[in-house]
């Protein structure tokens, strides 16, 4: 059986539940990667939230606005 961790991807890494998941994901040593808003930047708080993000390992996936069709394919 393979030991590969799943990779995480967290749609609003930096809202409010967002925040949990990516870093759960991160120190249980997943892959995780969160979808930031690159306007989250100019937020003093959310700035650094994304640099702990990053010094976990972290990556980070910038984009301009959130709109999006969600497929989920099992």
Do not use: W
């Amino acid at each position: 059986m393979a030991t590969d961790k799943s990779k995480v991807l967290v749609i609003g890494g930096t809202g409010y539940i967002g925040k949990f998941i990516v870093e759960g994901g991160a120190k249980s040593g997943h892959p995780t990667f969160a979808l930031v808003r690159e306007s989250s930047l100019s937020d003093p708080v959310k700035g650094k939230l994304v640099q702990n993000f990053k010094d976990l390992g972290v990556t980070i996936l910038y984009v301009r606005r959130l709109f999006f069709f969600y497929l989920i394919y099992m």
